[in-house]
């Protein structure tokens, strides 16, 4: 076999390996259904955190939830329970309402210990928050919606 077949035989597998390994990663993200179980544990991992920045009890509303077997992301607005909005001078972010974007939050989890378990969040950002949680925490770009 003649070197640039070689080469040429060589760059057509290590491209073929790229793509198959981004389509493995992109097939291992998915959304977890409304009731399902997977779901239930990613929000109730979340929820401590908000209810206390929102004093008070949450449920959410969600706009993004993506999961992986070691990390979630979700984007969800909170509420009271039963839909009553939550007034953010009624929370801890009293008196910073001209400076956020709402209440929605961002969120970032990691699967440890058998468990979810929040990373990072941020609640009513005005910028993406998230953009550098990749490096930050090493979570794959995939999950926050960069790739």
């Not at 390996?17 to 977890?32: E, K, N, R, T």
């Amino acid at each position: 076999m003649s070197s640039g077949l070689g080469k040429t035989l060589l760059l057509a597998c290590a491209l073929l390996l790229a793509a198959w390994a981004g389509l493995a990663q992109a097939q291992a993200v998915h959304q977890p259904k409304k009731g399902s179980a997977e779901r239930a544990a990613v929000l109730d991992a979340l929820r401590p955190a908000v209810e206390a920045q929102m004093r008070g009890p949450v449920e959410f509303v969600v706009a993004t939830l993506r999961t992986t077997p070691k990390w979630a992301f979700v984007q969800v607005d909170p509420q009271r329970p039963g839909g009553a909005p939550i007034n953010v001078e009624d929370t801890s972010f009293s008196g910073d309402a001209d400076m956020m974007d709402g209440l929605t939050v961002f969120a970032l989890l990691r699967f440890q210990s058998g468990r979810w378990n929040l990373v990072e969040h941020v609640v009513g950002p005005t910028d993406v928050a998230y953009l550098d949680w990749a490096d930050r925490f090493g979570a794959p770009p995939v999950i926050l919606g960069l790739e």
